[in-house]
């Protein structure tokens, strides 16, 4: 049992810790975005509602049980729905970072954008951390509904961006849910510094290479 309470004390502070960084590089403002973390008993750690990332307080972060009841610190963001409708279709997923970051914010309302490839592939990195990116309909914030929409990707996509609203990325860690979603942010900011220039994108030669070196899993429909 002491393992896991250190465990958790440790997840409560990568939490604040994460999402400080996020907050001090502005990658999301105000009280925007949060960060959930799934626990040992099945539960899991999320930051609460009307939090800024930048200045949270690791006793005060919301501990859900498996069913998602709040079972002690301040109330939970409104978004839970969203990340429990991810953990449900992403059985290996542990952590899952939403933010409100410009670049991706701004793709989402953009004419040409696939739904199913919401990116080009630009770079391997973008590739190996984010695989295909889905982007689903607009929902008011903290609408159940977004969680159908969520459900209909049958967690083919570990990175969704929600449109007019903000990225939503899964990953097997914190650190790894956190690092795909600074990947995408940059990786939307070259699509749109590049927008309307012709740019050379990688080859779908290239992009079997990298699915075939390091495994990527692409959905079938993404990055044709
Ligand atoms: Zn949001």
Redesign the pocket.
């Known amino acids: 049992m002491r393992s896991e309470t250190s465990n958790e004390t440790r997840l409560r502070e990568d939490i604040c810790r994460f999402g400080r960084s996020l907050f001090e590089r502005g990658l999301t403002p105000g009280s925007?975005?949060?960060i959930s973390v799934k626990i040992d008993d099945g539960g899991w750690l999320v930051t609460p509602t009307n939090a800024s990332l930048g200045f949270l307080d690791p006793a005060k972060l919301s501990r859900l049980d498996r069913g998602g009841r709040l079972v002690s610190g301040d109330a939970p963001?409104k978004?839970v729905p969203?990340h429990a409708a991810l953990y449900d279709t992403r059985g290996s997923a542990r952590a899952i970072v939403?933010?409100?970051s410009t670049h991706s914010v701004a793709l989402t309302m953009l004419p040409e954008i696939d739904p199913r490839a919401a990116l080009p592939p630009m770079t391997a990195y973008y590739l190996m951390k984010c695989g295909a990116t889905a982007l689903v309909p607009y929902y008011r914030?903290g609408d159940p509904a977004v969680a159908d929409a969520i459900k209909g990707l049958a967690g083919k996509y570990s990175s969704v961006l929600?449109a007019n609203?903000?990225p939503?990325v899964a990953g097997d860690t914190l650190e790894a849910a956190v690092f795909a979603t600074e990947e995408l942010e940059e990786t939307a900011k070259l699509y749109l510094l590049l927008r309307g220039m012709n740019p050379r994108y990688l080859s779908p030669e290239q992009v079997t290479d990298l699915v075939k070196v390091f495994g990527v899993a692409l959905p079938e429909q993404g990055h044709q």
């Open positions: 925007s975005g949060n963001t978004e969203l939403h933010l409100h914030p929600l609203h903000g939503v």
